[in-house]
């Protein structure tokens, strides 16, 4: 591993969470040896632009940018970064994006969008747990499906890190309880308890 990246948490959200992540993200303490990937199916634009008016340094996912420490990074639903597009032969609740992977090339890690994906909260949770093992943090927040259960085993099965916002009980947000229901998360938590616990796994 890279001496310059000690950790990276990833973060997965749907529908509700993007509001979670943007407070969860806006008082985060980063430190400088650390990432944050964060993939949202909506409203990214709205988290990016809010954490850039924040002071914060956010950058937004690239093919062939390198993951740089002390950076929170977004994928942004558009052509241009994360080629988001709704296929009318592929069916999908998520609409299709890129495959996100993270190529290491001398201790160095980037980007890189290839092909296409449906769960793609599920493909990234997978890149962080092949790039970076035990120092992978995997967290997801409020959403509808079931997107991010995958990788939440990856992560584990790598010897990294898990967590999960507590469900709402009679709401349909079933990201946490699909997440939960795999049995390998590590720390259930109110959401307003997540950003202390992430800066505490961080460190």
Known sequence: MSTDISKVAVIGSSTGG????????????????????????????????????????????????????????????????????????????????????????????SFKLRGEVNLYVDSTFIAVADAFGEAAIGLILMGMGDDGAKGIIAIKLKGGTTLSREPIPNMNYSMPYMAIATGDIDHVLPVEEIGLKLEQLLS
């Open 18 to 109: 993007w509001k979670e992540a943007q407070t969860i993200l806006g008082s985060l303490t980063l430190p400088e040896t650390t990432s944050v990937v964060y993939i949202p199916h909506v409203h990214a634009q709205d988290v990016y632009d809010h954490l850039l008016g924040q002071g914060k340094r956010v950058k937004k996912i690239e093919h062939g940018k390198l993951l740089e420490p002390g950076v929170i990074y977004v994928g942004i639903d558009d052509e241009a970064t994360f080629g988001y597009g709704r296929h009318e032969d592929l069916e999908g609740f998520y609409g299709i994006r890129k495959e996100l992977q993270i190529v290491e090339v001398d201790g160095t890690y």
